[in-house]
């Protein structure tokens, strides 16, 4: 049931450079988990780094001397692909950005696509202990969807303010935005973060510790259990003109 729920994401991103004019186009894959269906729309989450690349990236050259380039995005799509070798486009979905917060590195994404949502966990406090058995369920590498089981480290780590849990689990670049769940002791799967960082990190390669968002961090950003406002239409911020409205 849940795992119908997590989806593979990418995000493709156009940049050209501030001096020659060149563009490149920089595709990178997170996981999405798919957590609501309110008003039509179907709502899912990931990191904000997934679903939303830099502005500007400032590039230097590799000994470091020389003026630096500087690439400034110019479009963005972000979309529900099978994995990171999907070349078909035709059943991609897009999705839209609903909102994000950059200090606890999550977004919330929508589309009119109805997606599975999952009733087989419970979200809730539950008491995280040292030891305890955690899986997060994502998209390694953005190769195929896979469950990780670990334990947890410690379940109370600060890190810029925010809470985390950290946990002893193998966590890739592409696992990035996966739900993560612990087995409590009424025998339930409870939702208790996003995962965020993968630890070590370094060559494109992740090491064996993870660090969780907490859910009680994040419920307010995803607005879970609280109405969505009702979608403003476009044609609002541009009425038709009076030719459109006769035609």
């Known amino acids: 049931d849940i795992l119908r729920s997590v989806v593979c994401i990418k995000n493709s991103a156009t940049y050209v450079n501030q001096g020659s004019g060149e563009k490149t186009t920089r595709s990178t894959f997170g996981t999405g988990f798919v957590y609501k269906r309110e008003d039509g729309w179907s709502y899912l989450t990931t990191n904000e780094h997934v679903g939303k690349q830099v502005e500007k990236e400032t590039v230097q050259n590799f000994f470091n001397s020389g003026q630096p ?16 070798f999907d070349k078909d486009k035709k059943d991609d979905i897009l999705l839209s950005v609903v909102r994000g917060d950059t200090e606890l590195d999550t977004i919330v994404l929508r589309t009119k696509t ?24 994502g998209y390694p590498l953005g190769f195929t969807k896979a469950v990780t089981e670990g334990t947890i480290s410690n379940p109370s780590v600060k890190l810029e303010g925010t809470e985390h849990t950290m946990m ?38 992740g ?6 968002t907490e859910i009680s961090e994040l419920q307010s950003v995803w607005r879970i259990g609280q109405e969505e406002p009702l979608p403003i ?11 459109k ?3």
């Open 69 to 84: 380039e500087i690439w400034n995005k110019v479009s963005e799509e972000v979309t529900i692909v099978d994995n990171k």
């Open 114 to 137: 109805p997606l599975h949502v999952a009733h087989s966990y419970r979200i809730g406090t539950i008491q995280e202990h040292i030891g305890d058995q955690v899986y997060a369920i």
């Open 168 to 205: 002893d689990i193998n966590t890739q670049p592409g696992q990035s935005g996966s739900p993560v769940f612990v087995r409590g002791t009424d025998n339930e799967l409870y939702l208790i973060g996003q995962m965020r960082i993968c630890m070590p990190y370094a060559m494109g390669i």
């Open 207 to 212: 090491g064996g510790f993870g660090l969780a």
């Open 233 to 243: 239409p476009d044609w609002f911020w541009s009425p038709p003109s009076n030719e």
């Open 245 to 247: 409205k006769k035609s």
